[in-house]
């Protein structure tokens, strides 16, 4: 199962978007007098400075907490990258993921008008060293800058290698996983494989569950399935996760996609669409900036507390270092260690 980063994670450095913007700045690339679209946009300084709210400008954005930052300041915001489209330039902040760069760029090349910008840039530990290639590959002249340990390359295109691009489109979108038991996408955390946490859940959910249920960053929908396949007397399931693409994998991972309402929410923060609660399984992110940052599971855990109904219960995995269990008292009339072992430690809380 792919689990919902915290907040933090899918974050860039701000160094890492100021190189983005580093050839308007140097005044190596003119600012494109008209539309300009931005992939994987964040709120940052430079885009702030060369595209304020109200030009023509798109911001596309997967990650919640990004996106509502956006549109706070101003900005239109749209979760999906555009399949069509005229612009004088696509900005691309470049993904966690090698192959979700590289679909990034498939996905922006037939946006652009004939002799249309493309700028893309990386941190040099996620792909930004590979960038130069990638163009060389697509058949394009880049010139690229370097700093704050991030690259950032750009060319002028009115044609492109086809096939390249196509490839990396197609590496990009949602196929099989897991050996055809799931579908997903790179970018969604752990897209490809089955987290060890989850599966321990998942092996120990109860069978008796009913009314209506949540999956708390629910990622591809590996726990969704898992509650729904052994609980036939649940009526409905939330799967609610921070990435968009996480959402529209879980849709088609669930049988009876009927039964399932996916919810674009941002689980540090209270989420008002969601009725009172039997129950919430989930796999807490904790992961941010490659430290652990234990706030965003206990967000979660206060979430789940705030959503259940009284005597409703909560299934929870965790890694077994994770303080969880002083929010877990706090919140929930009792807990269970039902589980540790393999690096991991499962909670039964009822409200």
């Known amino acids: 199962m792919g689990r919902s980063f915290c907040v933090r994670l899918p974050d860039m450095s701000v160094d890492h978007l100021q190189t983005l913007f580093l050839p308007f700045e140097t005044k190596a690339l003119p600012w494109p007098a008209g539309k300009t679209l931005f992939i994987n946009a964040r709120l940052c ?4 400075r060369w595209a304020p709210p109200g030009h023509l400008v798109t911001a596309q954005q997967f990650f919640k907490p990004h996106a509502v930052r956006l549109e706070a300041a101003g900005y239109a915001v749209q979760p999906d990258i555009p399949t069509d489209g005229a612009y004088d330039a696509v ?3 470049g993904g966690k993921q090698k192959k979700e760069t590289l679909a990034f760029l498939a996905a922006a090349l037939p946006l652009l008008k004939p002799a249309g910008t493309l700028v893309c840039a990386a941190p040099n530990d996620m792909g930004g060293k590979r960038l130069g290639k990638a163009f060389q590959t697509l058949g394009l002249e880049g010139r690229e800058e370097k700093k704050h340990h991030a690259r950032v390359i750009w060319a002028s295109v009115s044609s492109w290698d086809r096939t390249a691009a196509d490839d990396w489109a ?27 946490g989850s599966a321990l859940l998942a092996e ?11 999956d708390f960053g629910c990622g591809y929908g590996f726990l969704s399935r898992a509650a ?12 609610i996760d921070a990435d968009w693409r996480a959402l529209a994998a879980c849709r088609e ?37 490659k430290q652990a940052q234990v706030a965003c599971g206990q967000a979660f855990i ?3 507390a705030r959503s ?38 499962i909670f039964v809380a009822t409200r």
């Open 45 to 48: 300084p430079g885009w702030q």
């Open 91 to 93: 900005l691309i902040a």
């Open 170 to 196: 197609a590496t990009g979108r949602l196929q099989p996983v897991c050996g055809g038991a799931f579908m997903s996408r790179p970018g969604i955390f752990g897209w490809d494989k089955i987290d060890r």
């Open 204 to 214: 120990r959910l109860p069978t008796d569950l009913t009314g209506l249920g949540a």
């Open 228 to 239: 729904q396949t052994r609980n036939p007397g649940v009526s409905k399931i939330w799967a």
């Open 253 to 289: 991972n669930i049988e009876n996609s009927g039964s399932v309402a996916c919810l674009w929410e941002d689980l540090t923060k209270p989420v008002a669409a969601l009725p009172p609660l039997d129950w919430v399984v989930m796999n807490p992110p904790f992961h941010a900036d």
């Open 302 to 304: 206060e979430n789940a």
């Open 308 to 345: 259940l109904k009284p005597g409703g219960r909560l299934f929870m995995v965790a890694n077994v270092h994770l303080p969880y269990e002083p929010v877990l008292r706090a919140g929930f009339t009792t807990v269970d260690k039902r589980f540790e072992g393999d690096g991991f430690k």
